[in-house]
């Protein structure tokens, strides 16, 4: 009796690790749409262990009441149910992850409505948001995946709840001094600050609305910075329902502003609907927290405990991630001053206002970029990180490189086509989804210049992300950030030379050299680490893949031409390269999945099984 108890604390204890995980990623997903990218074979008889322990693990998770029951029928009444626990699991997982997906799609939405606007907005918008975004990253957003969500746990308990109480409202009064100070002291700063560096290559009517543009935005961190720790412990309290959305009401906050701004904005406030719409984002994102925090009892405490032990336990967990975050944030205002100040690219003809369309192309190349990295890195994260870390803290390295390996071949299975495919789509796929109302001919030209020479590292980020995370899996955090500060040195050695000839073509490309050094040198360290990881079994599946991918880029590139040249689609706007789009890209992608289970790439059945069984219909 007293072992079969220790085993269903034991699990409940695992599967309230995985619930802290996926709350993780949740808070993650907070700014991805702002953000630049990130700076994200074996033979058959080898892979069938790691492939059934992935499995097999889905299927745990869909235990049911009545299986457990039948096997371990000696557990008292009073003790919780382990399968009853993981449904619960599951469910609070998958609401993290659709308020995820969510804010995705409402991110999505968000720039298609920015583009609309035109250059001439969506430029200084742009421009103005980064110093606001880097601050709260740095100040608070950075710290909630690595210090406030695992500090949060240790007082999550009911008898601990007041001092848990105590401890975030003591972070969250902070935070409210520290960027209202930060705020006012930036709204002296920011003309001098765009003159001189972040937007000086702005005409003047550019320049001087996006200060406006940004001394509106930078107040928004009044809220967003008690909102991120607000959320962090109302996931740490395992409240998910209305917080898991509540990232979701940033992006709407702009939509909204965004377009009332645009039918009215004349009249009442200019143009400032747009910025004025950051601000109601984040009341709306603080608002959806009231009911999780009414359900949790968790109201405003008016503290400021300076010396209590969890605040420094927070700024130790914090303090190299911090490190890191401050020289990505410097690279990334370094990246805008290049950008506004880039001239026009040589292959597009007809821009009158270079730097606040160049700048307007990298952000839209770049959503379309994180889409794919952000669904694979998600998937990744949750088939994967478990697996890993289970291999490590058992010392089981062969077991732990076989895994990395699957995880490698898995990213390059669906990131190479999706490489491919928005090289070889991208001109539809930028007109589909951003060319209308006020978003230019050139424009078009230019995103897909940037998208092109961003996709690059589309291959390398699952691989670079599967390296972090098995860095981490052997509690090794110091390696990445290290290698995250050497890599600047790929984006610097291609940039600096070439940035005032090339344009915004190079500074895409700068970026993808960053990313590709990243991983680069963080596989060699792991091999040093780790002796050989036998990447020579890969061969065979990467041949498969790539040779799959050549023919899908021929089906794309032959429909494409067909449908442009042979019909009059390209003739009628959205619909029309909406037509080519779906064409094009659902045949040559139907082409490629063929290609790979003819060739009998394993990993396409290992994902066909894993999704089953997460689906439980299997």
Same mark, same amino acid.
């Given at each position: 009796m007293s072992k079969?108890?220790?085993?269903?604390n034991?699990?409940k204890?695992i599967?309230q690790?995985? =619930?802290?995980a996926v709350?993780?990623?949740?808070?993650?997903?907070?700014?991805?749409?702002?953000?630049?990218?990130?700076?994200?074979?074996?033979?058959?008889?080898e892979?069938v262990?790691?492939?059934?322990?992935?499995?097999?693990?889905?299927?745990?998770k869909e235990?049911?009441?009545?299986? =457990?029951?039948a096997?371990?029928?000696?557990?008292?009444?009073?003790q919780p149910?382990? #399968?009853?626990?993981?449904?619960?699991?599951?469910r609070?997982?998958?609401?993290?992850?659709?308020?995820?997906l969510?804010?995705?799609v409402?991110?999505m939405?968000?720039q298609?409505?920015?583009?609309?606007?035109?250059?001439?907005?969506?430029?200084?918008?742009?421009?103005?948001?980064?110093?606001a975004?880097?601050?709260?990253?740095?100040?608070?957003?950075?710290? &909630?995946?690595?210090? @406030?969500i695992?500090t949060?746990?240790?007082?999550?308990?009911?008898?601990?709840?007041?001092?848990?109480?105590?401890?975030v409202?003591?972070? %969250?009064?902070?935070?409210?001094l520290?960027?209202?100070?930060?705020?006012?002291?930036?709204f002296?700063l920011?003309?001098?600050l765009?003159?001189?560096?972040?937007?000086?290559?702005?005409?003047?009517a550019?320049?001087?609305?996006?200060?406006?543009?940004?001394?509106?935005?930078f107040?928004?961190?009044?809220?967003?910075?008690?909102?991120a720790?607000?959320?962090?412990?109302?996931y740490a309290?395992?409240e998910?329902g209305?917080?898991?959305?509540?990232?979701?009401?940033?992006?709407?906050g702009?939509? %909204?502003?965004? =377009?009332?701004?645009?039918?009215? #904005?004349n009249h009442?406030?200019? !143009?400032?609907?747009?910025a004025?719409? %950051?601000?109601?984002? =984040?009341?709306?994102?603080?608002?959806?927290?009231?009911p999780?925090?009414?359900?949790?009892h968790f109201? $405003?405490?008016?503290?400021?405990?300076?010396?209590h032990p969890?605040?420094r336990?927070?700024?130790?967990?914090?303090?190299?991630?911090?490190?890191? $975050?401050?020289?990505?944030?410097a690279?990334?205002?370094?990246?805008?001053?290049?950008?506004?100040?880039?001239?026009?690219?040589m292959?597009?003809q007809?821009?009158?206002?270079?730097g606040?369309?160049?700048l307007s192309?990298?952000r839209?190349?770049?959503?379309?970029i994180?889409?794919p990295?952000?669904?694979?890195?998600?998937?990744?994260s949750?088939?994967?990180?478990?697996?890993?870390t289970?291999?490590?803290?058992?010392?089981?390295?062969?077991?732990?490189?076989?895994t990395?390996?699957l995880?490698?071949?898995?990213?390059?299975?669906?990131? +190479?086509?999706?490489?491919? /495919?928005?090289i !070889?789509?991208?001109?539809?796929?930028i007109?589909?989804?951003?060319e209308?109302?006020?978003?230019?001919?050139?424009q078009?030209?230019?995103?897909?210049?940037? @998208?092109?020479?961003?996709a690059?590292?589309l291959p390398?980020?699952?691989?670079?992300?599967l390296?972090?995370?098995a860095?981490?899996?052997?509690?090794?955090?110091?390696?990445? +950030?290290?290698v995250?500060?050497?890599? &600047?040195?790929g984006?610097?050695?291609?940039?600096?030379?070439?940035?005032? !000839?090339?344009?915004?073509?190079?500074?895409?490309?700068?970026?993808?050299?960053?990313?590709?050094?990243?991983?680069?040198?963080?596989? %060699?360290?792991?091999?040093?680490t780790l /002796?050989s990881?036998?990447?020579?079994?890969?061969?065979?599946a990467? /041949?498969?893949?790539l040779l799959?991918?050549?023919?899908?880029?021929a &089906?794309?590139?032959?429909?494409l031409?067909l @449908?442009?040249?042979? !019909?009059?689609?390209a003739?009628?706007g959205?619909?029309?390269?909406? +037509?080519?789009l +779906?064409?094009? #890209?659902?045949?040559?992608?139907?082409?490629?999945? #063929?290609?790979?289970?003819l060739?009998k790439?394993?990993e396409?059945h290992?994902?066909?099984?894993?999704?089953?069984?997460?689906?439980?219909?299997?």
């Open positions: 079969r108890k220790n085993n269903g034991k699990q204890n599967d690790a995985k =619930v802290k709350s993780q990623e949740a808070q993650e997903a907070v700014a991805v749409v702002e953000a630049m990218p990130l700076s994200v074979t074996e033979p058959a008889a892979q262990p790691v492939a059934e322990t992935i499995i097999e693990e889905a299927e745990d235990t049911g009441p009545e299986e =457990v029951a096997s371990d029928i000696e557990v008292s009444e009073e149910r382990p #399968g009853g626990e993981r449904r619960e699991i599951v609070s997982a998958s609401l993290v992850m659709l308020g995820n969510g804010s995705s409402m991110g939405v968000r298609i409505v920015v583009a609309g606007t035109g250059a001439g907005v969506s430029g200084p918008f742009f421009a103005a948001l980064t110093p975004q880097n601050f709260n990253d740095f100040l608070i957003n950075g710290s &909630v995946s690595g210090a @406030l695992p949060f746990n240790d007082y999550a308990a009911p008898e601990k709840r007041e001092e848990l109480r105590r401890i409202f003591t972070i %969250v009064n902070l935070i409210l520290i960027t209202a100070l930060a705020s006012v002291a930036f002296f920011a003309p001098w765009f003159d001189t560096f972040l937007a000086s290559g702005y005409t003047a550019n320049k001087a609305l996006t200060i406006r543009y940004s001394q509106i935005i107040f928004s961190l009044v809220g967003l910075g008690p909102f720790v607000l959320l962090s412990a109302l309290l395992k998910f209305w917080p898991a959305f509540a990232t979701a009401s940033y992006h709407l702009i939509i %909204v502003g965004a =377009v009332v701004g645009g039918i009215i #904005g009442f406030f200019g !143009t400032y609907g747009i004025l719409g %950051v601000l109601l984002g =984040v009341i709306g994102e603080i608002v959806l927290l009231i999780g925090m009414h359900n949790q109201r $405003y405490k008016l503290v400021l405990d300076l010396k969890a605040l336990r927070i700024l130790l967990l914090y303090a190299p991630v911090a490190f890191s $975050y401050l020289i990505t944030s690279l990334a205002l370094f990246d805008q001053s290049l950008a506004t100040s880039a001239p026009c690219a292959w597009v007809g821009l009158t206002d270079c606040v369309a160049d192309a990298m839209f190349a770049t959503t379309l994180q889409f990295q952000g669904l694979v890195g998600a998937a990744l949750f088939a994967v990180l478990p697996t890993l289970s291999h490590a803290r058992e010392g089981q390295m062969e077991r732990f490189k076989e990395l390996l995880g490698f071949r898995l990213g390059l299975l669906l990131m +190479v086509p999706a490489a491919a /495919g928005l !070889t789509l991208r001109t539809p796929i007109s589909a989804i951003f209308h109302h006020n978003f230019a001919p050139q078009v030209t230019l995103t897909a210049l940037a @998208l092109q020479n961003y690059y590292q390398f980020l699952p691989i670079d992300q390296l972090i995370m860095f981490y899996a052997r509690k090794n955090t110091i390696i990445p +950030v290290t995250g500060v050497v890599s &600047v040195l984006y610097l050695v291609v940039a600096l030379p070439f940035w005032q !000839t090339g344009g915004i073509p190079v500074l895409a490309f700068a970026n993808t050299m960053q990313n590709v050094l990243h991983a680069v040198i963080l596989f %060699v360290l792991l091999r040093r /002796g990881l036998h990447v020579r079994n890969m061969l065979p990467i /041949g498969k893949i799959s991918t050549v023919v899908m880029i &089906v794309a590139w032959g429909l031409t @449908l442009q040249q042979a !019909t009059p689609l003739h009628y959205f619909v029309g390269q909406l +037509v080519i +779906v064409v094009a #890209g659902g045949l040559a992608a139907g082409v490629y999945f #063929g290609g790979v289970l060739l790439v394993e396409v290992l994902l066909k099984g894993a999704l089953l069984a997460k689906l439980g219909k299997k």
